[in-house]
């Protein structure tokens, strides 16, 4: 096996869903193949957008792509996606990031493997990578971020150093870049009722909701992230409220929810609050999966919020 760089443009012609398939042509298929089983960063150059590395992930399968002849489509293994706390530029203090991207003087390479959209990346840069874009202390960080000294965190403790692979699978680790990432996107705002709440202390009152759940197979992708309300939230998860095929409007199980609980909690125009970057808004499949497995099932014996 073999780690690489995929490189991802955002309206190119392949049509890559970083959380879910990359798309590649027939030149690339030895490289991909070595890579089976084990992880990916995904790059974005500089002249597609700003972002440079930003996410990583784990090829599960390689498969010919349908009705395409001589194009294949790597399959990313749910639950492994995760973008990066902070993007990483290409190069840092005049160096790239990766080793086979630099001349022996450390200047940067011009051409050739520079330009490849698949590249093999050594264990040490790789590791080198996702230590930038997702720190090792980023609990810490996220749980001091509003309260100096919280429980459980020692005050002047040095954090635990985790191994890249254990940090990246665990899943208290994950779910704190995954809420981060989330709330961030929608300015800290709930996307359904559009109001930005904040406690005596200046902590954001949101939550980071997975649209499809990560045990049914939902990624760690802003784009299967909603920031909901606390109430809003537990209402999204049960069923008692989704989103329709516009990807826009606010669907309610009026037949659970009362009008003037409606009214309170939701926006007045019935629409989602959408997140200024386009790469973040809800992916449809998300959306369609949670309207058709979860929206609108009973909840035996459950209190709700307004019982």
Request: overall charge neutral; charged content about 30%.
């Amino acid at each position: 096996m073999v780690k690489l760089v995929l490189l991802h443009k955002a309206g190119s012609i392949y049509e890559d869903e970083p959380d879910v398939v990359y798309d590649f042509p027939r030149a690339y298929l030895r490289a991909v193949k070595e890579a089976v089983g084990d992880w990916i960063v995904y790059y974005e150059p500089v002249k597609a957008g700003p972002r440079g590395y930003f996410a990583v992930a784990k090829i599960e399968r390689i498969i010919p792509k349908p009705e395409v002849e001589g194009r294949f489509l790597a399959m990313i293994e749910p639950g492994t996606y995760l973008a990066f706390d902070r993007e990483v530029p290409r190069l840092m203090g005049g160096r790239p990031m990766e080793a086979l991207l630099t001349e022996a003087d450390g200047t940067p390479k011009k051409g050739g493997a520079v330009q490849l959209a698949v590249r093999r990346l050594p264990e040490a840069d790789f590791a080198r990578i996702v230590n930038l874009g997702l720190p090792q202390d980023l609990e810490r960080i996220e749980a001091t971020r509003y309260d100096p000294q919280p429980a459980g965190f020692d005050d002047g403790a040095e954090p635990f150093e985790r191994p890249v692979l254990e940090r990246l699978t665990r899943r208290p680790y994950r779910d704190v870049a995954f809420r981060r990432k989330v709330r961030e996107a929608y300015g800290y705002r709930c996307a359904m009722s559009g109001l930005m709440l904040r406690n005596g202390g200046g902590r954001p009152e949101v939550q980071a909701a997975h649209i499809r759940p990560v045990e049914s197979q939902g990624s760690d992708s802003v784009r299967n992230g909603l920031a909901l309300s606390g109430t809003l939230h537990w209402m999204f998860d049960r069923g008692l409220i989704s989103v329709a095929d516009d990807c826009e409007t606010i669907l309610v199980s009026h037949n659970k929810v009362p009008g003037e609980v409606v009214g309170r909690l939701l926006a007045r125009d019935g629409k989602l609050v959408r997140p200024e970057n386009p790469h973040n808004v809800p992916h449809p499949e998300n959306l369609r999966w949670h309207r058709e497995n979860v929206f609108g099932r009973a909840l035996p014996g459950e209190h709700t919020p307004w019982d």
